[in-house]
């Protein structure tokens, strides 16, 4: 067995994460999000994970989008990371709670310029005549805050996700791979279970 079996699986993700960061791949922060909506239909695209501690996995989105109507109708979801270099993956099952608007003002002021003005123009599911109206949009907010810092739109916010189940999964040869799977208890400990693959 080559996963450590840590008490705290966060610990575990963090050690993972930060080895995915010191290999050559692009987004080593990106996870697939999966929602379901009201009747059950699931969704699933990529994001960027901001930060993951004690309190759970965060990310942050437009809050018109398509994610996060699902989110509050259905505050439930799964994220998976995988890293090929590594051949390692981490899925992850919890509840979703909106980050405070102090966590998110702090969050949007470390963004680049550019972003910031992105997220005020984009209106994120919403159809669209052609490229050039966002091009537009964009270049008018530019010019609205030109000279001064760009303020976080109230439609623009982020999520935590909190896990009750987090698995990590290790390549092997014979397709004989590790699995770790992490189940949260009543008291706040967490249960580990080895899993065949």
Not at 98 to 124: C, L, T
Request: aromatic letters at 12%; hydrophobic letters at 40%.
């Amino acid at each position: 067995m080559t996963i450590p079996k840590l008490e705290d699986p966060i610990e575990l993700f963090n050690q993972w994460h930060q080895e995915a960061r010191k290999t050559d791949l692009d987004e080593p922060d990106a996870f697939c999000l999966s929602t379901c909506d009201t009747n059950g239909m699931p969704s699933s695209r990529m994001l960027l994970v901001k930060g993951a501690d004690q309190e759970g996995f965060v990310f942050y989105t437009n809050l018109g989008s398509r994610k996060a109507k699902q989110l509050q109708e259905n505050p439930q979801a799964a994220m998976c990371f995988h890293w090929q270099p590594l051949r390692k993956q981490i899925r992850v099952q919890g509840h979703i709670q909106p980050v405070s608007p102090e966590e998110a003002d702090a969050y949007f002021a470390s963004r680049i310029r550019g972003s910031q003005i992105g997220a005020w123009a984009s209106k994120q599911t919403q159809s669209m005549a052609g490229p050039e109206e966002l091009l537009v949009r964009f270049a008018e907010f530019a010019e609205k805050f030109e000279d001064q810092e760009v303020p976080r739109p109230e439609f623009w916010s982020g999520f935590r996700l909190k896990p009750i189940r987090i698995e990590f999964w290790q390549a092997a040869d014979a397709r004989l791979h590790e699995r770790l799977e992490y189940r949260l208890l009543d008291d706040g400990t967490w249960a580990t279970d080895l899993l065949f693959p």
